[in-house]
Structure formats: structure tokens, C-alpha cells
């Protein structure tokens, strides 16, 4: 029999043991993470930039050096409930299968649109009429900076886009968050470069860059992707001030005929407005003169913003804890999505940019089906935003070399995603066009072709 002295040693010897191998499973677990590529160079195959998109799309958390990956949080995690009815109030929806009352979209139909159901008390932000705002009247003729066609756009969250029969949509324009020397014409389609910004640097390298300025002059180049979210590009506004003025710089240099836009905020909220005030601020200090921005660009989404909730949480650099704390269910609110364009609107002429053109080069329905969001709604969302965007006019907000129209062009997302599915216009597995592809389709075949 052992004495409880050895007996203590014993166990005092295994408690030791067992804590060491504790310890070394903890770091031979533990998660690495790698910095982001600094670069590509021009003559890569598209599935190395493939890789290297994602890497820089990381958990969405772009950084200029490893940290912890922040876990988006764009949606609510929860126990998924109908929020939103198609049709009048109260009545149910399916959390699976279509409505059985919804026919079937056929191509060279128009879509049938669901009413729209009565206003709920939802709170709304304090600025947000458009009183002067009218639509266009059929028969007058305005002046026009675009052809109809060229002002629908979709991005393209899984290329390459080539595998999609894209041109059945008879959209203008694409972009897919990246740099691309040789992009595909998708029937003729323009192709919106992209460089990302990652906190205070940008990728692909600047022979990447140069490559595609001097491949495809006369391109719209966007610096960014939503700069104001901690798992996008999540820059502060002097750093987004920075790599902006390096750029503007590189690209007017070697394409003078090029254009640059600013890098879209996901969403023109009082909060973000002052993100965006920041950033100019923060050019006016460094530089000694106004930011130059040939078009301005926005993303128009409605998500909460609050710090560690779901939604966008607060734009790095401002010292808040919430802005707008938007539900689930005002995600396709038409209204407030209306009451954003006019209110960023206002706040390009108040700082003299009334005459620059506005694109939304990203917006739709982020929400899961069933979390209240099934085809009808997001066809009726998508149909009312383009009405919107189309016939939507201020004389004294809107910009002059285009009939005074509030947008100029607009992108949907989107083409077909995996991980944001609800409005996806094609089927990432099978590639076919989806219901709400065809019905876009039809909303842009039934256009006049001015």
C-alpha cells in the first residue's frame, strides 16, 4: 500500500503531465492567420486570382496585418420565422415552396407585381422626404448620360461570369470586386474595375493595376468596397484618404480618360454620411485640396448598425456604438430604401457634387427566404427599385446632365452567390436563369431602348 504522500505525488506528477499535453494540443490547434497577398501580377490565370480574392475576402475581414478574422455578422442568427407577407396583411407565407398563387415568370412576359402592403410602425430615420422628387413623365424627353440598357448592372459574386448565358439578362455593365486586364464582353457588357482596399494598402500591386488601365482605357475604376465595414475593406478614414489619393494619382496618370468613383459605403445612413465627411476631412489635411471623385458611389442595403449585433456594425475610425437600428424586417423596405438615394442625394449638393454622377453599384435582398423574404417579395423590392431608379427625378438635387435623375446606374447582387442566395438572378450549381433572372430580364426587354 502506498502512503498518501506518494499517493500525492502521484497525482500531482499526472496532473502535470496531463496539463502539458493539454497545453501542447491548444497550440498545435490553434487557428493561424496568414497576412494578406500583397499583390498579383498581370499574367495570372484566373483561378490564381480566384484564390487570391478570397484571401483577401477572408471571413470578409481584409487587413493590412494578421489579426483575429471577425466573423461577418450582415445576418441575424436565430430561429428562422415568416416576418414579411406578399400579400395583404396577416395573410401567411410559406417558409419553403412558393406561393402556389405566384405563376411561373416566362420570358417576353411583364411582371405582375404584389400590392404593397400598409405602412408598419417600424422606426424610420428623421431624414427622409423627397418631396420635389417626381417620376418622369412618359412623354417628355430629358437629357440622358446612358442608354437604358447601359444603366442596369449585376455583379458577379462567382466568376468566372462567362459560365452564365449573362447576356440573356440584357444588362450594360458587371462588376465582380476585382482587377481584371482582360475581362470577358459579356454581350458587350462594360466591366467596372475594382481595386480593394485592405485598412491602410490596397491589392492586386500596381502592375496589376497599370496592366488593366493601360488594357482598358477609358474604365471606371472603384477604389474599395465598403471601406465602412470591419469585415469589407475596413479602413479608417485616413487611411481609406491615402490609398485613394495614391490611386486617383496612378490611374489619371497613366489613363487620363478613365474615371474614378469612390469605394460604395454599404449604406447611406446619418452614421455613414459622416464616415464619408471624415474621409474628406481627412484628404482636405493631407493634401491641401478637395478630394477629386469623378463619380460618386454607394451601396444601398438596410442593416442595423449597432457594435457587435448583426448588420454593419460601426465604420472603423468613429467612436459610436450604434446608428440606425434597423429589423429584420425593414430589409426590402422600398420607402427607406427611397428615403437613403434622396438623402445621400442632398448631401452630394451640400458639398457641391450635385453635378457628378450616382451609381448604386450594389443592393437586394441579403435575407435568407425564410426569414420572411420569398420570391414574391424580392421580385416586387427589385421591380420597384428599378421604377425607381428609371423614372425618379429632382430638380433640385438631382444631377443636370441627366434630366436631373437622382441614380445614374445601379448594380443588383446578385448574379448567383452560394452564401447570399435569395437574390440570386442565375443557379450557381446548375447555371440556368432563375424565376427572378427571368423576371429581370423582361423588366429590361420591355424598355425603350433610349
Known sequence: MKRPSDLLTVRNLLAGAMLLVGMFLIV???????????????????????????????????????????????????SPTPLLSPGPAGSPIPTSA?????????????????QEAPATAT?????????????IPSSAVQPSLFLTRERFGVGVALPPADEYDVGR???????NWWVN???????????????????GTYVPALDTIGAAADANPGSLWIIGNEPDVIWQDNATPMEYAQVYHELYTFLKAKDTSCQVAIGGISQPTPLRLRYLDMI???????????MPVDVWNIHAFILREEKGSWGVDIPPGIPATKGILYEIEDHDDVRIFKWQIVDFRRWMKERGERHKPLIVSEYGI?????????YEAVRDFMCRSFDYFLTTVDENIGCPADGNR???????????????????????????????GIDYKNYVDHLPSR
Not at 104 to 113: A, D, F, M, Q
Not at 123 to 135: G, I, L, N
Open 123 to 135: 422606426p424610420q430615420p428623421k431624414v427622409r422626404p423627397w418631396a420635389t422628387s417626381s417620376p
Open 28 to 78: 498545435r490547434n490553434w487557428p493561424v492567420v496568414t497576412g494578406v497577398p500583397t499583390g498579383t501580377s498581370a499574367g495570372q490565370r484566373p483561378e490564381e486570382i480566384s484564390k487570391q480574392i478570397r484571401q483577401v475576402e477572408r471571413l470578409r475581414t481584409p487587413s493590412s496585418k494578421p489579426t483575429p478574422a471577425v466573423v461577418e455578422r450582415l445576418i441575424p442568427s436565430r
Open 366 to 374: 441579403l435575407m435568407p427566404e425564410d426569414y420572411g423574404f420569398p
Open 181 to 199: 486586364p482582360s475581362p470577358p464582353r459579356l454581350n458587350g457588357m462594360e466591366f467596372v474595375q475594382m481595386v480593394r482596399v485592405v485598412g
Open 169 to 175: 439578362l440584357g444588362a450594360g455593365w458587371y462588376v
Open 280 to 290: 474628406l476631412e481627412a484628404y482636405q489635411t493631407l493634401y491641401g485640396e478637395k
Open 98 to 114: 412558393p406561393a402556389t398563387g405566384s405563376p411561373e415568370p416566362t420570358e417576353g412576359s411583364t411582371p405582375t407585381l404584389t
Open 406 to 436: 437622382l441614380v445614374q446606374r445601379w448594380s443588383w447582387y446578385s448574379l448567383s452567390d452560394k452564401r447570399y442566395p435569395t437574390g440570386n438572378l442565375f443557379d450557381p450549381g446548375t447555371k440556368e436563369i432563375t424565376r427572378l
